[in-house]
């Protein structure tokens, strides 16, 4: 089964190909994509990484969790599942 990896501290000029060719020396990459802002496409500096199997995946984070990466240190971790969203425009507190 698939795992899903977080990839933080990312230069805003990487792209999703830059993090499949870094991931894929370590196992075989499923998807990689960074993160970026819907108004402007620019990078968040984050990314996912989708690694074929738990074992990869772990490979992954043990080997290039602090490694250096077009200059920075990479912070790699397994990712969170996400938050649930609340209503737009609204109060998140539930009314009484």
């Known amino acids: 089964m698939s795992k899903k ?38 990078s968040k500096g984050f990314g996912f990484v989708e690694m074929s199997t738990e074992e990869e995946a772990k490979k992954a984070v043990d080997s290039m969790n602090g490694q250096d990466f077009k200059g920075r240190k990479l912070v790699v971790s397994e990712a969170r599942p996400p938050r649930e969203r609340t209503p737009m425009g609204g109060d998140s507190q539930p009314q009484m």
């Not at 230069?11 to 108004?39: N, P």
């Open 5 to 42: 990896l977080y990839v933080g501290n990312l230069l805003y000029e990487v792209t999703d190909e830059d993090l499949k060719t870094q991931f894929a020396t370590v196992g075989t990459v499923v998807s990689a994509s960074v993160i970026r802002f819907r108004d402007s496409g620019r």
